[in-house]
């Protein structure tokens, strides 16, 4: 277990530049383009992201679980097959989302009221295939051994990107931007893909040995899971657009941004926790896999807590020193937000859990049902509340699913069959 620790230390202290110019890149654009014309871009990037997690089916997380399992198994043909197959699956399914968002936009552009936020898919559309594959990419290097390099390249360029447009064309618009990042995106995944190449063992696709049907079925389940908790986590940014103003969308935008300072240490234990999940629930050692959960506990405690303090201290002062005037009456919104991403980072470790030891149909359910609560609340929540009411679902919603993740572990016992 200390390897785990130590492992997860690399990949915080990799993800921590990319973080960080991330942090750097909204900051910039939220003071720059105010809080109307950020939220265009945030509503871009929300509905994109939903798209993409569609338009992968489920691949990026099969990487973690599929790649250890078939390289540990010395089956390098079928592994090239495996490999080769979510290149052709992704780039069909990720081509056709985009062309459906490019025509709604199309069709929306310039009609009335909602014309704008319809005009955003188009920028959406530009977004979809190049977030699918860097997903992807990211997921099966770090599968492979590497997660620091994979969070490090997928994290970093893409803001870098669009850090150098704003710096260098201060004119630049929301618009521009979400096209900087698509275009520093490709290479981010680019680069991802290359490492992944040089360091893997190569061997030639062996699709007559390939389960391409029982993998395409168990992406299918994963993708219920993970798609309906992408859903869970952007939905109220796309439903804040046509429930309330863009100006809600881009107070709210900016604040979940803030609160990813809590949400990537967990996010980079999932990606070191998942192949010891996947490899020791494979080999039937109960005990190793205890003792992982414990350990995903408690480092997640450890990073939680004193990066929530601040927030939740002093929210108005923390919005007001980091976005400016603007955004200073957003406290309320600020704390509500820091809860629900409290409870979703306590969340991921189990969700990891779940899906690399053959459960992902009942978290899938779960998930789904969540997603459900949430969308309800929003509905009723956002057109009088704006963005307090949406980050009020969210943390309902996300507390629900800890306590029913807790359960659904607990039912398992680990024997997880």
Not at 26 to 37: F, H, I, Q
Not at 288 to 311: G, N, Y
Not at 337 to 353: G, K, N, R, Y
Not at 354 to 373: D, F, N, Q, S
């Amino acid at each position: 277990m200390r390897a785990i620790s130590a492992r997860y230390v690399r990949v915080v202290i990799a993800a921590v530049p990319g973080k960080l110019a991330a942090l750097a890149m909204a900051v910039l654009l939220a003071r720059k383009l105010g809080p109307a014309e950020f939220g265009f871009f945030v509503f871009a990037q929300g509905l994109a992201t939903i798209v993409a997690h569609f338009a992968a089916l489920g691949w990026p997380t099969l990487m973690l679980r599929m790649v250890p399992a078939l390289a540990a198994e010395n089956k390098g043909g079928e592994l090239a097959a495996f490999l080769r197959f979510a290149d052709y699956l992704l780039l069909a399914s990720s081509l056709a989302l985009a062309g459906v968002l490019l025509v709604g936009g199309w069709l929306g552009a310039g009609v009335g009221a909602g014309g704008e936020l319809l005009e955003s898919s188009l920028y959406a559309a530009v977004l979809v295939p190049t977030l699918a594959f860097r997903s992807l990419y990211r997921q099966r290097l770090a599968a492979n051994g590497r997660p620091a390099l994979a969070v490090t390249v997928d994290e970093l360029l893409p803001a870098l990107g669009v850090i150098a447009l704003i710096l260098l064309l201060p004119g630049a618009s929301a618009t521009d931007c979400l096209i900087a990042s698509a275009l520093a995106g490709m290479v981010a995944l680019l680069v991802n893909r290359s490492a992944f190449d040089h360091g893997a063992q190569s061997g030639r696709p062996a699709f007559s040995e390939a389960p391409l049907k029982s993998w395409m079925l168990m992406g299918w389940f994963i993708l219920l899971a993970t798609a309906c908790k992408v859903l869970l986590n952007r939905v109220d940014v796309v439903m804040l657009g046509p429930l309330s103003t863009l100006e809600a969308t881009g107070l709210y935008g900016a604040c979940v941004r803030l609160s990813y300072v809590l949400t990537f240490p967990q996010v980079a234990l999932s990606m070191v926790l998942s192949p010891v999940f996947s490899s020791a629930y494979a080999s039937g050692n109960q005990a190793e896999l205890r003792q992982a959960v414990r350990q995903a506990t408690r480092l997640s405690l450890v990073t939680l807590v004193p990066l929530a303090l601040p927030f939740v201290l002093v929210p108005e002062s923390v919005l007001k020193i980091v976005y400016g005037d603007s955004y200073a009456g957003g406290g309320d919104v600020l704390t509500l937000v820091i809860v629900s991403q409290f409870f979703a980072s306590l969340s991921i470790p189990l969700s990891s859990l779940l899906m690399m030891t053959g459960r992902e149909k009942p978290y899938g359910v779960l998930i789904a049902g969540v997603l459900a609560l949430n969308v309800a609340l929003n509905l009723l929540l956002i057109p009088p509340y704006g963005a307090l009411g949406a980050a009020a679902s969210s943390a309902v919603g996300m507390g629900f699913l800890l306590v029913a993740q807790h359960w659904l572990v607990r039912r398992s016992r680990f024997r997880l069959v």
